[in-house]
């Protein structure tokens, strides 16, 4: 099994990519190792990993975030090793499937919702992924759109540069009710 990495805008963030499916559909984000506790095998194994922080499982990839005390060279022949020994054993990712929660959204809002979505999964989410992240839906309420970025996209230094200049001006331009973007807390 050959795993490719590839940096990230994220300098603290690393993709892996094991060359097989990681997530039939959707992404996870493990901000901690008890967030995996009984939903991931994969992602309590890497949180056994000393300076391992954060988990984000993608369609083909995986993103590491690593601690601010070490470094990549120590780190990745680690996350490396317990990558392969999980695929190569044939674990599975996830124990089961763990419910997303539901965006906010004033029902006569549908049809604004649905662009907004249709724009983010069309021409926001592809990019972000390449980043080794995901972009998250999760309100949209008086012309405000709230979302949540993930994965190597999480605490970027152009995160919020990417929300408000990006994704902001692009979905003002496609939908006149978008009035503003904001990260959801």
Not at 118 to 137: H, K, Y
């Amino acid at each position: 099994m050959f795993i490719q990495t590839e940096q990230t805008p994220n300098p603290a963030t690393l993709k892996f990519i094991p060359g097989k499916q990681v997530m039939e559909e959707g992404t996870l984000d493990y901000a901690t190792a008890e967030a995996a506790d009984g939903e991931s095998p994969l992602a309590e194994r890497l949180f056994q990993v000393d300076g391992v922080r954060a988990v984000f499982f993608g369609n083909d990839f995986i993103t590491i975030t690593k601690a601010d005390t070490v470094e990549w060279y120590e780190l990745k022949p680690a996350v490396l090793g317990t990558i392969m020994e999980h695929f190569t054993a044939g674990r599975p990712v996830l124990y089961e499937t763990a419910a997303a929660p539901e965006p906010v959204f004033d029902q006569e809002d549908n049809e604004i919702v649905r662009q907004i979505k249709e724009l983010l999964d069309t021409r926001v989410r592809p990019a972000v992924a390449q980043d080794g992240g995901d972009i998250v839906f999760h309100g949209f309420e008086q012309g405000v759109v709230y979302l949540t970025m993930r994965g190597a996209c999480a605490g970027c230094p152009s995160s919020t540069a990417t929300l408000k200049m990006g994704i902001e001006n692009m979905l003002r331009h496609y939908i006149p009710e978008v009035s503003e973007v904001r990260a959801a807390v």
